[in-house]
Structure formats: structure tokens, C-alpha cells
């Protein structure tokens, strides 16, 4: 899939999320300054789960609709070591040591 499609995802996951009551504003924000693709990437690759996760885990939105949903819904555009990070974040994002 391309980049483009990845796009159209992000910018329907951001809508989902606010007609749950979340504002996704960081992520919103790193996107503006590095694209989708990269902005997901840096997110995921930084050793601590942020607040979003477990806020759309609590809204029944994780598995669909998260960053790291994205990262493993379009494997194409991510490394493996960032899918591998995906998949172990979706995993543990209840534990609070790892935000």
C-alpha cells in the first residue's frame, strides 16, 4: 500500500478518535511536522507507550484504529523491528511501567 493510502487512514483514525472524545493534538502535531509515515514511526520507536494507546484501548479502538494498528495494517512502509514494536506495544498497553 502506499503512502497516500496511509494518509486517508491516519486522517479517518484521527476522525474516529474525536467522535469518541479523544484529540489525538500530539499526534496531529508531529504529523504536520513529519508526515504520517514518520511521525508513527518516531511515536512507536521510543520505548514508552504514550497516552493515546491506552486511552483508545479504553474507547475499544486500539486494535482498529492506533498508531500501532496502522504500523501493522500497512507492513509495506514500516520496518520490521517497528512492526515488532507495534505488535508488543497493542500487547502491553495496560502496563503501567512501560508508559
Request: no cysteine; net charge positive.
Amino acid at each position: 500500500m502506499s503512502e497516500d493510502a496511509l494518509k486517508r487512514w491516519v486522517d479517518e483514525s484521527v476522525q474516529v478518535s474525536m467522535q469518541h472524545g479523544y484529540n489525538p493534538s500530539y499526534f496531529n502535531e508531529m504529523i504536520a511536522r513529519y508526515g504520517a509515515r514518520r511521525a508513527m514511526a518516531r511515536l512507536v520507536s521510543t520505548g514508552k507507550i504514550q497516552s493515546g494507546l491506552p486511552r483508545l484501548k479504553l474507547l475499544g479502538l486500539a486494535s482498529e484504529w492506533s498508531i500501532e494498528a496502522g504500523i501493522l495494517k500497512f507492513p509495506d512502509l514500516f520496518t520490521k523491528e517497528e512492526q515488532a514494536m507495534a505488535k508488543f506495544r497493542l500487547e502491553h498497553a495496560d502496563d503501567p511501567l512501560l508508559r
